[in-house]
């Protein structure tokens, strides 16, 4: 079993910057492709990014390429995300996802092990 619990979220106005971070316990975390996923009110939770269980691999949604960057420290059992620049529409509950494949998890697939979220809000 592998528990994941998110740190980092908040109250963040346009433009600014947030890193949320997510520490894995249980089994060994540099086994896992890790990535996020995002639920915004009213909508289906979808991809933000993910990454390989080595770090050299990683994957992000067209929204968020360039302004997000998914990171990991697997001495730490803690993958990361930087998010920059951000909008009104990245207000969210973020969600730490643990899986087989980093690029499978960019549908949604092999995702065995999900945390229990952290609220980022964007506002003036």
């Known amino acids: 079993q592998v528990q994941l619990v998110e740190s980092g979220g908040g109250l963040v106005q346009p433009g600014g910057s947030l890193r949320l971070s997510c520490a894995a316990s249980?089994?060994?975390?540099?086994?896992?492709?890790m990535g996020w996923f995002r639920q915004a009110l009213g909508k289906d939770r979808e991809f933000v990014a993910a990454i390989n269980w080595s770090g050299d691999n990683t994957y992000y949604a067209d929204s968020v390429k360039g302004r997000f960057t998914i990171s990991r420290d697997n001495a730490k059992n803690t993958v990361y995300l930087q998010m920059n620049s951000l909008k009104l529409e990245d207000t969210a509950v973020y969600y730490c996802?643990?899986?087989?494949?980093?690029?499978?998890?960019?549908?949604?697939?092999?995702?065995?092990?999900w945390g229990q979220g952290t609220q980022v809000t964007v506002s003036s």
């Open positions: 249980g089994r060994t975390f540099s086994s896992y492709a």
């Open positions: 996802a643990a899986g087989a494949n980093a690029a499978t998890m960019t549908r949604g697939l092999r995702v065995d092990y």
